[in-house]
């Protein structure tokens, strides 16, 4: 039982492009979503969050979209960087703290 | 701030033998979770703590599985008797609810455990 789905395992994308990273949740009772990135070897670290009462977040080269009546969230990243390469984790909350992650996309950067 | 610590980053042992991991989480953080990577179920959540008390092991994959918090700056997760299919990455993370905002989680290094 997934309740959130990152559907695309990896993505490649050339540097200063943007990258777009999807993520659809089955649970209408989330109320606040996460992203966070994770390189190799270490663990991940938190990118940027939306709570489900607005539909856009920003932060930087980072935005995160968030359309609740398709249960489907975005994190876009432009421009890209090669330093972006990593595994990106959607992640979702219920109220309290028990976080759901997705499982994750790798995304490459290519110079 | 040294952010969470966990030990060992990486663990070998044989089917049947117990193994233990360790985890300080992030001082004045109030919540700690253990969770599990593997390729077959990406990140899972095992268990979550709050002032040293559990409060959520669904997904304590069976009773091999145990974890606890004696203190605020420390926390166990045991694996009694040990088998192949427990191979993978173990995450310890802290949060706090001291500051507001989304309450983000603070990640570990993980333990690399291999179970032959």
């Known amino acids: 039982d997934q309740q959130v789905k990152q559907n695309s395992p990896s993505l490649s994308v050339q540097e200063g492009r943007i990258s777009i990273l999807n993520c659809d949740y089955t649970?209408?009772?989330?109320?606040?979503f996460l992203w966070y990135k994770k390189y190799p070897a270490e663990g991940p670290t938190f990118l940027i969050s939306i709570s489900s009462i607005k539909d856009k977040n920003e932060d930087g080269r980072f935005t995160v979209f968030l359309n609740k009546s398709a249960k489907h969230l975005s994190l876009h990243i432009v421009p890209s960087q090669p330093g972006d390469s990593a595994v990106y984790f959607c992640a979702a909350r219920a109220g309290g703290f028990k976080t759901i992650f997705g499982a994750g996309t790798r995304l490459f950067v290519k110079a | 701030d040294a952010g969470v610590i966990q030990s060992p980053r990486h663990e070998v042992t044989e089917m049947g033998q117990e193994v233990t991991l360790r985890c300080k989480p992030i001082s004045g953080h109030d919540y700690l979770f253990w969770y599990r990577q593997t390729m077959m179920r990406g990140l899972e959540l095992l268990i979550y703590f709050n002032n040293n008390v559990p409060i959520d092991d669904s997904g304590m994959p069976e009773d091999r599985f145990s974890a606890k918090m004696p203190n605020a700056s420390f926390s166990t997760l045991k694996i009694q008797p040990s088998e192949p299919r427990d191979s993978a990455v173990y995450f310890c993370?802290?949060?706090?609810?001291?500051?507001?905002?989304?309450?983000?989680?603070?990640f570990g290094p993980g333990t690399r455990l291999t179970v032959t």
């Open positions: 993370a802290s949060s706090s609810t001291g500051t507001g905002g989304p309450y983000e989680q603070y």
């Open positions: 649970n209408s009772m989330f109320d606040y």
